[in-house]
């Protein structure tokens, strides 16, 4: 864990877009790194799971030898914020996965992959989320997954209008269907260094 004050707040840099969220986590002052190794993740306070293809981030993390410290991390109170794929990833469950994927998991939801369709299919709306302050969130939904069912522990932060989650919280984990770090949408990162901070 880092020493000083100001947390170390990792972002898995194996697939996708963690370029992005580097910038914006530097942006509101924490410092970051790259996390390609399990040897990186006793040296984080925070980790950011990046929008990207769930299959490709499984694989990898397992080929590097993540995966298994990675859950056990997460178990262990590690704050995780997960966007598009990421929230695939900390899911406990999946709909239309294929059956040889597997999830870091930790969050108690069902998430469907692709729930919208495919790249053609994405598209940008506006909703309140009361938890980020009055202003509406601007939200770029790309391929991307949607919260099914949760557990009675999870905190649903947001829905679309048809009732289904697209940003929830549990404990030490966050997640949304959109990608924040797109369009200068900082207040998630912001909520979850509030996080960080709350643990360390």
């Given at each position: 864990?880092?020493?000083?004050?100001?947390?170390?707040?990792g972002v898995l840099a194996?697939?996708?877009?963690?370029r992005e969220h580097?910038?914006?986590?530097?942006?509101?002052?924490?410092?970051?790194?790259?996390?390609?190794?399990?040897?990186?993740?006793?040296?984080?306070?925070?980790?950011?799971?990046?929008?990207?293809?769930?299959?490709?981030?499984?694989?990898?993390?397992?080929?590097?030898?993540?995966?298994?410290?990675?859950?056990?991390?997460?178990?262990?109170?590690?704050?995780?914020?997960?966007?598009?794929?990421?929230?695939?990833?900390?899911?406990?469950?999946?709909?239309?996965?294929?059956?040889?994927?597997?999830?870091?998991?930790?969050?108690?939801?069902?998430?469907?992959?692709?729930?919208?369709?495919?790249?053609?299919?994405?598209?940008?709306?506006?909703?309140?989320?009361?938890?980020?302050?009055?202003?509406?969130?601007?939200?770029?939904?790309?391929?991307?997954?949607?919260?099914?069912?949760?557990?009675?522990?999870?905190?649903?932060?947001?829905?679309?209008?048809?009732?289904?989650?697209?940003?929830?919280?549990?404990?030490?984990?966050?997640?949304?269907?959109?990608?924040?770090?797109?369009?200068?949408?900082?207040?998630?990162?912001?909520?979850?260094?509030?996080?960080?901070?709350?643990?360390?």
């Amino acid at each position: 864990m880092a020493g000083n004050t100001t947390p170390v707040v990792g972002v898995l840099a194996l697939q996708g877009d963690f370029r992005e969220h580097l910038a914006v986590l530097a942006g509101l002052g924490a410092r970051t790194r790259a996390v390609r190794r399990s040897t990186e993740l006793s040296e984080i306070d925070g980790l950011v799971i990046p929008g990207g293809e769930s299959t490709v981030i499984d694989k990898l993390s397992r080929a590097f030898g993540l995966a298994a410290p990675l859950r056990d991390a997460i178990a262990s109170g590690l704050p995780v914020y997960g966007t598009c794929a990421g929230l695939i990833m900390l899911a406990d469950r999946l709909i239309d996965a294929p059956a040889s994927q597997q999830t870091f998991g930790g969050l108690d939801v069902t998430v469907r992959r692709n729930a919208f369709g495919t790249q053609t299919d994405s598209f940008e709306t506006d909703f309140a989320i009361p938890e980020l302050g009055a202003e509406s969130v601007h939200a770029v939904f790309i391929r991307a997954p949607v919260v099914e069912q949760s557990g009675d522990a999870v905190e649903v932060l947001a829905r679309i209008p048809d009732g289904r989650a697209v940003a929830v919280r549990q404990r030490n984990l966050l997640g949304t269907s959109f990608h924040p770090e797109m369009n200068d949408e900082s207040r998630f990162h912001e909520l979850f260094l509030r996080m960080v901070a709350a643990r360390r």
